[in-house]
């Protein structure tokens, strides 16, 4: 009996933290932008603001365009957008990234302000996998933006 006694908190323990864990992932990984990130218009490279988007769904993520994104994100993704992180980065910055993302985030949505929007890839997407830690990959290059998450 006194040794039930002495494992109940032990026990109390460990049930507490397995029952009260996230479900959400821990999100780990970097941000790198090339060193011939965002070119002005001699060439040169500049730096580059990148936002980080936790979304629930894509459909207004992928049909919005750069200004309603970046100027009216809550009115344009509404009720998709969970969170949102911005990042200014130099060209040959890395970056670490490190989130714990909300229990309802399907989706992480970069956006990257190039200065020639129309000839780059400015957004681009991918789905949260269903496991408690992934890593994110970002990658800044030129005149695109990429996403992995594993």
Same mark, same amino acid.
Do not use: H
């Given at each position: 009996?006194? /040794?039930?006694?002495?494992?109940?908190?032990? +026990?109390?323990?460990?049930? =507490?933290? +397995?029952?009260?864990g996230?479900s959400a992932?821990?999100?780990?990984?970097?941000?790198?932008?090339?060193?011939?990130?965002?070119?002005?218009?001699?060439?040169r490279?500049?730096?580059? +603001?990148?936002? +980080?988007?936790?979304l629930?769904?894509?459909?207004? =993520?992928?049909?919005?365009? =750069? =200004?309603s994104?970046f100027?009216?994100?809550?009115?344009?993704l509404?009720?998709?957008?969970?969170? /949102?992180e911005?990042?200014?980065?130099r060209?040959? !910055?890395? /970056?670490?990234?490190?989130?714990?993302?909300?229990?309802?985030?399907?989706?992480?949505?970069?956006? $990257?302000?190039?200065?020639?929007?129309e000839?780059?890839?400015?957004?681009y997407?991918?789905?949260v996998? $269903?496991?408690?830690?992934?890593?994110?990959?970002?990658?800044? !290059?030129?005149? $695109?933006?990429?996403?992995a998450?594993?």
């Open positions: 009996m006194r /040794r039930s006694i002495c494992l109940l908190p032990l +026990v109390c323990g460990i049930a =507490f933290t +397995v029952g009260c996230s992932p821990l999100l780990r990984g970097s941000i790198t932008a090339e060193p011939t990130t965002n070119p002005d218009l001699r060439g490279p500049s730096p580059v +603001v990148v936002r +980080v988007y936790e629930k769904s894509l459909a207004a =993520f992928n049909t919005a365009d =750069f =200004f994104l100027d009216k994100e809550q009115e344009t509404g009720s998709d957008l969970v969170g /949102r911005q990042y200014d980065l060209p040959a !910055e890395i /970056r670490p990234y490190l989130r714990q993302l909300q229990a309802d985030t399907k989706f992480i949505g970069v956006v $990257a302000a190039f200065r020639d929007l000839n780059s890839r400015w957004r997407a991918a789905p996998p $269903a496991k408690r830690r992934a890593t994110l990959t970002i990658g800044v !290059e030129a005149r $695109a933006v990429t996403v998450v594993k």
